[in-house]
Nanobody, 126 residues
Framework: QVQLAESGGGLVQAGGSLRLSCAISGRTFSSEFEGWFRQAPGKERDFVATIRPNGGYRYYADSLKGRFTISRDNAKNTVYLQMNSLKPEDTAIYYC???????????????????WGQGTQVTVSS
């Protein structure tokens, strides 16, 4: 089992920044990728970014490249999502997720992730 706990969400003005944290505990050695998704009201849960815990390979949704950065602190078993130049359309619940399976290619679909956090709300005001 893997447990995930997100933090760092909140209310920010457009153009501002936030850093989300995801503390990972349990069978952390089984993680293949650790990622972030987001879900706006009435919409699907969309892929944001993902990172390999061993080696640090990173992959982003095309629309978010340059504004969002995923990183990992191995000593703390924590994954971060730094979000800059935030826009009102970034408003969503942000979820941290882990996949323990080996996939062909980078896992970007919700169904490919086994474990999920409870989510943290990010609201960007205009």
């Amino acid at each position: 089992q893997v447990q995930l706990a997100e933090s760092g969400g909140g209310l920010v003005q457009a153009g501002g920044s936030l850093r989300l944290s995801c503390a990972i505990s349990g069978r952390t050695f089984s993680s293949e990728f650790e990622g972030w998704f987001r879900q706006a009201p009435g919409k699907e849960r969309d892929f944001v970014a993902t990172i390999r815990p061993n080696g640090g390979y990173r992959y982003y949704a095309d629309s978010l490249k340059g504004r969002f950065t995923i990183s990992r602190d191995n000593a703390k078993n924590t994954v971060y999502l730094q979000m800059n130049s935030l826009k009102p359309e970034d408003t969503a619940i942000y979820y941290c997720a882990v996949t323990t399976s080996q996939w062909v290619g980078v896992p970007v679909a919700r169904r490919q992730y086994d474990y999920w956090g409870q989510g943290t709300q990010v609201t960007v005001s205009s």
